[in-house]
């Protein structure tokens, strides 16, 4: 039986895509990367924007004919969207024979079984947010099968989920409701599959979480275990080289947590702590619980405690009510505040959110396109100062595979590789393929404002010992949704 899985939004998409293929194939799948070829269509999607809901149903539409023409195929939605719209899908897609919440991802097989046993469309979603918070918890089951190393793209790079779910409930923000409530999960079984990962050959860990930095779990003997506790506890498995973690919330960016990332030599020195609005009306609107001088002071604090941390944040332009005067606050924070990069986004409206029932969506498109082009501009500029002052350093990379150019332009043997500081730069340089999951110091002569250029200092190689003396130089991270081996649309 051939699978094929396109995943459209976040890290934690990436990780449930990667974990239901690991788990189909124990079962005898086989992936392709065909969609007209598998017998299993699945599509991983994403509610946070309209337009990540747009690509699902016009893949799904041009599946229509197929499914007519083959008919015991069977596609399958799953993830946010399948939570938030099973009526819509069902209405839009009626040759869609799978829906499958976020919370229901352990039932997959079953369901797709179930589909193959009696030719009916199957439906698995975990409650709304209007049952008791128990129940509701209860139906989001935190999807943690056996880790399959042949399912990332490489074996030395994972991300590992400790909580799921979000009790924010930003006015704009959909992840609440499809997402379910925020559940950390057990610290010993977040540390088990550490060490599995590590026995496996695993450098770097990625913990996710929507809001990582509220990761907390109640032992129930009056212990608490904080991000901090699971960092150190983490920090302490051989073969981890490398510890990140994303995404944070400005209000829980506590002291104890800056120490741990100052005094852990594998958890990197970058943050990335999305700020949505240096205006305090809007943040007031998205209902953020901060204020633009909070989070002022948030960052110096971050750079105080961590010297040479990076920070990355994310902006939404056009939210309801966003005046030129409240966007210039923005772009007045952007310009100050030093990211490495932010990434950047016009408010879509999400049927759901407080937000789409309280405020109208009363800034217009274009004037929305050309905040998002202004405020990347200045970006752009901060970026590029931010990389230009690492010319002439010398840093610590871990060595991620082919650059882009070189996958477009497809030569063996010696060409060019790509791989990440500590401090989430990304860094291009000259060579052999050997080179790929192995951490090497890299020459920094040339910057753009997303990617270093360098050469490798010949003859040196380094492990986590050698760590501290790169930390001491650079910043950086990119937040955005790393590519996971599959196809990520
Ligand atoms: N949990 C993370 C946090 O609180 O920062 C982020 C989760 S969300 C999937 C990623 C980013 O999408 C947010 O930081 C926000 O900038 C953006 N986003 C969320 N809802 C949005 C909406 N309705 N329109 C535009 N951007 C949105
Ligand atoms: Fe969405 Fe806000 Fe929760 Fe982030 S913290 S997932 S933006 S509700």
Redesign the pocket.
């Known amino acids: 039986m051939k699978l094929y899985i396109e995943t459209v939004?976040?890290q934690?998409n990436v990780l449930d895509s990667e974990l239901v293929v690991g788990s189909l194939r124990r079962q005898g799948y086989e992936l392709t990367y065909e969609a007209e070829a598998a017998d299993v269509i699945l599509f991983n999607t994403?509610s946070?924007?309209?337009h990540a809901e747009d690509k699902i149903y016009s893949a799904l539409g041009r599946l229509r004919q197929h499914k007519r023409q083959n008919p015991s195929k069977i596609i399958g939605v799953l993830g946010c969207m399948a939570q938030k719209d099973q009526e819509l899908i069902r209405r839009r897609a009626p040759h869609v024979d799978i829906v499958c919440g976020t919370g229901q991802l352990a039932r997959l097989a079953e369901l797709i079984g179930q589909v193959r046993d009696t030719g009916r469309p199957q439906v698995a979603l975990s409650l709304d947010r209007t049952e008791s918070r128990h129940e509701v918890e209860r139906s989001f089951e935190s999807y943690d099968p056996l880790r399959d190393p042949s399912m990332r793209p490489d074996p030395f790079q994972a991300y590992v989920r400790i909580m799921i779910g979000?009790d924010?409930f930003?006015t704009?923000?959909?992840?609440p409701s499809v997402r379910g409530p925020e559940q950390s999960r057990h610290p010993e079984q977040i540390a088990a599959e550490v060490r599995q990962l590590a026995a496996e050959g695993c450098k770097e860990i990625m913990l996710l979480?929507?809001?990582v930095n509220s990761y907390k779990y109640d032992l129930g003997d009056g212990r608490r275990v904080r991000l901090s506790d699971l960092l150190e506890k983490i920090h302490a498995t051989p073969g981890i080289e490398r510890i990140k973690f994303?995404?944070?919330?400005p209000k829980d960016m506590t002291d104890d947590l800056l120490q741990a990332v100052r005094d852990l030599p594998k958890v990197c020195r970058y943050l990335?702590?999305?700020v949505?609005s240096g205006c305090d009306d809007v943040l007031t609107r998205m209902k953020r619980l901060y204020t633009v001088a909070f989070y002022r002071d948030m960052l110096d604090r971050c750079r105080e405690t961590v010297p040479g941390v990076a920070i990355s944040s994310?902006?939404?332009v056009g939210?309801s009510g966003e005046t030129e005067a409240s966007f210039a606050k923005s772009c007045d924070l952007v310009r100050e505040a030093g990211f490495k990069n932010s990434?950047?986004?016009?408010?879509?409206?999400?049927p759901g959110?407080r937000?789409y029932e309280l405020y109208a969506d009363d800034v217009p498109e274009e004037v929305k396109k050309r905040r998002n082009n202004d405020l990347l501009a200045i970006q752009t500029k901060v970026s590029l100062a931010d990389h230009r002052r690492l010319i002439g350093e010398r840093v610590e990379v871990l060595v991620e595979g082919p650059s882009k150019n070189a996958l477009k332009h497809g030569s063996s043997g010696p060409g060019q590789l790509t791989g990440r500081t500590r401090t989430d730069h990304i860094v291009v340089f000259d060579g052999n393929s050997r080179l790929v999951g192995q951490t090497v110091m890299i020459d920094i002569h040339e910057a753009s404002p997303f990617t270093l250029y360098g050469s490798v200092v010949t003859g040196e190689q380094v492990g986590v010992d050698h760590c501290e003396m790169a930390e001491e130089r650079e910043p950086e991270l990119s937040a955005g949704p790393r590519r996971i081996g599959l196809p990520l649309v």
């Not at 990434?343 to 999400?350: C, D, T």
Request: charged letters at 15%; aromatic letters at 18%.
């Open positions: 939004g976040c934690m994403c946070v924007r309209q979000c924010k930003c704009y923000c959909i992840v979480g929507q809001t994303v995404t944070n919330f990335h702590v999305p949505q994310d902006f939404i939210f990434f950047i986004f016009k408010y879509s409206p999400r959110t937000g």
